[in-house]
T-cell receptor, first 113, second 117 residues
């Protein structure tokens, strides 16, 4: 079964600084990868997803992620963050041959002025 | 096209009462997932259902919790004899298919925040 590890539970950064949120996965088959964002007291919203093709995926709000098969990673990046990016970010993995999705524990991004 | 709907958004129960959480998937979606998010914790998978079938309930507590997704109507997550530790946000997500192809993106509802007094 697939699993996901988000290496940082909290990431504080200053506004306009770059940020990287780390995600590693484990699976014995091909996978699909996702990043979701959760703003306070709201549900999860899809930021971006990797299904196939180019390993660099661009999402909403200026975020991007790179799929690295050899390192089994799917790190999320943004070159310059805003206060409004303060939220919880979840990495998720789904195996190609089933519909189950597993989530990481989440990374709380706090952007300071 | 309405998104995933959950109701109620907030639910308060006293210990020992029953909680019923409802989820209406996106139109045309026949797969529903339930997740629990405890305070300051991540999202934990509970159960995966298709219409009238439980596909995977490996994340469901063995007692007091049950889920269904009938042929007609919303999916229901039922918690009997609630305890304080059941206080959490419960999220529903739905997933669509087209013919034999399944789209793996799950669409989430806004959640039901259960508080057990």
């Amino acid at each position: 079964a697939q699993s996901v590890t988000q290496l940082d539970s909290q990431v504080p950064v200053f506004e306009e600084a770059p940020v990287e949120l780390r995600c590693n996965y484990s699976s014995s088959v091909s996978v699909y990868l996702f990043w979701y964002v959760q703003y306070p007291n709201q549900g999860l919203q899809l930021l971006l997803k990797y299904l196939s093709g180019s390993t660099l995926v661009k999402g909403i709000n200026g975020f991007e992620a790179e799929f690295n098969k050899s390192q089994t990673s799917f790190h999320l990046r943004k070159p310059s963050v805003h206060i409004s990016d303060t939220a919880e970010y979840f990495c998720a993995v789904s195996e190609w041959n089933n519909n189950d999705m597993r989530f990481g524990a989440g990374t709380r991004l706090t952007v300071k002025p | 096209n309405a998104g995933v709907m959950q109701n109620p958004r907030h639910l308060v129960r006293r210990r020992g009462q029953e909680a019923r959480l409802r989820c209406s998937p996106m139109k045309g979606h026949s797969h529903v997932y339930w997740y629990r998010q405890l305070p300051e914790e991540g999202l934990k998978f509970m159960v995966y259902l298709q219409k009238e079938n439980i596909i995977d309930e490996s994340g469901m507590p063995k007692e007091r919790f049950s889920a269904e997704f009938p042929k007609e109507g919303p999916s229901i997550l039922r918690i009997q004899q609630v305890v304080r530790g059941d206080s959490a946000a419960y999220f529903c997500a739905s997933l669509g298919t087209s013919g034999r192809r399944t789209y793996n993106e799950q669409f989430f509802g806004p959640g039901t925040r259960l508080t057990v007094l």
